[in-house]
């Protein structure tokens, strides 16, 4: 069954996936950063409750990961018609997504201590202000899927690396400056921070440069 295995295709594949993978761990990392720092600097309970409340958020992400990929296919057609027609499209679909995003934020900042009340109890009550706190970068991660495709469409592939490094670094500086001040709600408000960096000003940066 491998008698028909293109090996020279198959390492061409695998050195166009390999920036992505690398990206895949540069995100991990600056996405569970803050974690770190929180029971390093704090205790275990306080991270539990800001891990808490990240989870409900990472739940409400995965709404682009389920309808992204039905799109993803026009978004191919549009790039293969013109690059007019292509970013067009695009715009479309970053307005749709910020429309969501920005409803999926009010949803969840204004209804944060019932959420939490219900899901997890009165013990989890500090985990409501950091809900309400992470909930603003939904509309940014959402865009950010999206970013991620045209980067995959583009062949842009290794722009994904740098774009979560700086994601990385702005989460690891900002949190060594705000948690000893604020708190969980440091660290949240340097999530959100990471996440515009590394979206929303890398990719009008990346794509004003293409």
């Given amino acids: 069954q491998f ?8 390492r061409e594949l695998f050195f166009k996936s390999f920036p992505l993978l690398l990206s895949s761990i540069a995100s991990i990392l600056y996405l569970k950063i803050d974690q770190v720092f929180i029971i390093s ?10 891990a808490a409340a990240v989870r409900l958020c990472e739940g409400i992400f995965i709404f682009t990961a389920i309808i992204l990929p039905s799109v ?19 715009k479309k679909l970053v307005m749709l ?7 999926m934020t009010l949803f969840t900042s204004l209804l944060s201590e019932q959420i939490v009340s219900f899901l997890y109890g009165e ?5 409501a202000i950091i809900l ?35 994601g990385l670094t702005v989460n690891v500086g900002l ?9 969980l709600k440091g660290a ?23």
């Avoid at 008698?3 to 198959?10: G, I, P, S, V």
């Avoid at 993803?72 to 013109?82: D, E, G, M």
């Avoid at 706190?133 to 495709?149: E, K, N, Q, T």
């Avoid at 996440?195 to 004003?208: G, L, Y």
């Fill in 132 to 166: 309400s706190i992470y909930s603003l970068s939904i509309p940014i991660v959402y865009v950010g899927d999206l970013f991620s495709r045209w980067l995959v469409i583009t062949n842009n592939t290794k722009l994904s690396i740098y774009r979560h490094l700086l």
């Fill in 175 to 183: 949190n060594l400056i705000w948690i000893p001040t604020y708190g």
């Fill in 72 to 90: 993803f296919p026009n978004l191919i057609a549009k790039k293969n018609i013109s690059e007019k027609i292509f970013y067009i499209y695009l």
């Fill in 188 to 210: 949240a408000m340097a999530s959100v921070v990471a996440f515009f960096s590394s979206i929303v000003i890398f990719s009008i940066v990346s794509i004003r440069a293409t």
């Fill in 3 to 10: 008698k028909n295995l293109d090996l020279n295709y198959t």
């Fill in 97 to 103: 997504l910020l429309v969501i995003g920005i409803c």
């Fill in 41 to 50: 600097m704090m205790d275990t309970k306080s991270t539990g409750e800001y």
């Fill in 123 to 127: 013990d989890y009550y500090n985990s």
